[in-house]
């Protein structure tokens, strides 16, 4: 298996100063609320079921709660490419940071309604919901990780 280059740059430095993230630094993913709100109409529709299935009900009000907290999420998470890695913002402080110097794979399921981001670290494996423009986001994987194909796993996999 091939390494991944090594960047001489440094990391991304977070200025308190800022309100979230700076998009000098590298691009920021635009939000996209289909999943929720996906996820939020497929709740509702499950209310058909109450003839057949006394707990229908609950089963709806489960799916629509996880697909209003998918929807909080995409409001509030933003994802941004810097230059040697990934950046994840919640408002303006930066929750996580994954250097692509350790990615190993990735991938996007379902390509014509893409649903789920996974990627994979040298340490730990990643499943996302998509709260981001699929095509923006895999225009930034290619340009940022194009030692890596999505459509193949990894020899070690």
């Given at each position: 298996m091939a390494s991944a280059p090594f960047s001489t740059e440094p990391p991304v430095t977070v200025d308190p100063a800022r309100s979230g993230p700076d998009p000098a630094l590298g691009a920021v993913l635009a939000p996209r609320f289909w999943v929720a709100a996906g996820v939020v109409i497929l709740g509702i529709a499950l209310l058909t079921l109450k003839p057949l299935w006394g707990g229908a009900p609950w089963l709806t009000a489960t799916v629509v709660l996880f697909g209003l907290v998918l929807a909080l999420q995409?409001?509030?998470?933003?994802?941004?490419?810097?230059?040697?890695?990934?950046?994840?913002?919640?408002?303006?402080?930066?929750?996580?940071?994954?250097?692509?110097?350790?990615?190993?794979?990735?991938?996007?399921?379902?390509?014509?309604?893409?649903?789920?981001?996974y990627f994979r670290e040298q340490s730990s494996i990643h499943l996302l919901p998509m709260l981001f423009e699929a095509e923006a986001l895999a225009e930034q994987l290619r340009r940022h990780l194009p030692h890596l194909s999505p459509e193949s796993p990894p020899d070690n996999a």
């Open positions: 995409t409001a509030l998470l933003r994802l941004q490419f810097a230059h040697a890695e990934l950046l994840v913002w919640r408002g303006s402080t930066c929750i996580r940071r994954f250097p692509y110097a350790e990615w190993i794979s990735w991938r996007l399921f379902w390509p014509p309604v893409p649903v789920i981001f």
